[in-house]
């Protein structure tokens, strides 16, 4: 070979090798990538500690799993951009008012263009934490009382019932997740009275009514009913598929129109709001406090989020 000819297959070469560079970072460029930035939502926090346990309150343990959550899925995905709600005890952006941070949460999530939105939360049944003393009737007995004076005194019986006071306990325990009720329209008139061992927030401020009719808000709802609510459902199921597997109770996927799922029908993305487990029962309270629970929590809403995005991304897959 000459060197002109050995010098031409060089450069020949050295344009298919930035040939095949520039294949691989289009192919990157242009690959289905369905999850750019993640949001997630540590429910409650500040002057709103959300349902209270024994030991703990639904704010903190919603932060200690949210963080959690967020640092495995940054570790297993440092393609995706994870944005955090609150990151400490504050409520978004050191709002005061929770009803405002909300509203706070929605519009961090619109800001940063957000393709999902997970909000972690406990549940409690709205009676007491752990249990309650309540009395019951064991028996009767006789008791002597005297009616009338002087000589119409007469001794009388009378039956009284024996009481015995004993504790009940608050059992109800396991997961749900819930998605906006995409079939409603989210006008206050349709608002729908909270099942028992629902949210906490006040019921009608109205910071809590989505507006739609705005242009705007028409679109989302519009969007939120073709692809977001099947997103949102898919996604839903899998962390309650996962849940149930991890031998937890799960009531499965849950709709619900009013105030506590507000900030899933103001965010433009696919959004769920998994209720972690029941604060309000003694043993699921330590549970999800401790080092395991939490971290198994974590471990089931990422294998959710592994086969989300899987399936966000199979080839064959519609449902994008
Ligand atoms: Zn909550």
Not at 96 to 124: C, Q, Y
Not at 273 to 280: A, N, Y
Request: proline fraction near 3%; charged fraction near 30%; charge should be positive.
């Amino acid at each position: 070979m000459t060197k002109k000819i050995k010098t031409k297959l060089y450069i020949l070469a050295a344009a298919g090798c930035f040939l095949m560079f520039c294949q691989s970072i289009f192919a990157q460029g242009t690959s289905k990538s369905a999850l750019r930035t993640v949001i997630i939502d540590a429910g409650h926090g500040g002057r709103d500690p959300g349902a209270r346990g024994l030991i703990s309150t639904e704010a903190e343990v919603a932060l200690d799993i949210a963080l959690k959550l967020g640092k495995e899925l940054e570790r297993e995905y440092p393609e995706i951009k994870f944005v955090y709600t609150r990151t400490d005890h504050n409520l978004p952006r050191g709002e005061s008012d929770p009803n405002k941070a909300n509203r706070v949460r929605a519009e961090m999530a619109n800001e940063a263009k957000g393709d999902l939105f997970i909000s972690i939360h406990l549940n409690a049944t709205g009676q007491r934490a752990g249990g309650w003393y309540a009395k019951r009737i064991t028996g009767y007995k006789n008791k002597i009382v005297y009616t009338g004076t002087g000589k119409r005194r007469k001794k009388k019986y009378v039956k009284q019932p024996i009481y015995e006071s004993y504790y009940v306990k608050n059992t109800r325990v396991g997961t749900e997740t819930y998605i906006w009720a995409a079939d409603r329209s989210g006008s206050k008139s349709e608002y729908v009275p909270e099942e028992e061992g629902g949210e906490e927030e006040p019921v009608d401020d109205p910071h809590n009514v989505l507006d739609l009719t705005t242009p705007e808000a028409k679109i989302r709802a519009q969007l939120y009913t073709k692809y977001f609510f099947r997103n949102s459902a898919l996604l839903a199921q899998m962390v309650e598929e996962e849940f149930g597997n991890n031998g937890r109770k799960s009531y499965g996927v849950k709709q619900r129109n009013n105030k506590g799922i507000w900030v899933l029908q103001a965010t433009g993305m696919p959004s769920i709001l998994i209720e972690t487990g029941f604060i309000s029962n003694k043993e699921e309270e330590e549970y999800l406090n401790s080092e395991k629970g939490q971290q198994e929590v974590v471990e089931n809403i990422l294998n959710a989020f592994r086969r989300y995005k899987q399936e966000l991304e199979a080839p064959r897959s519609t449902s994008r």
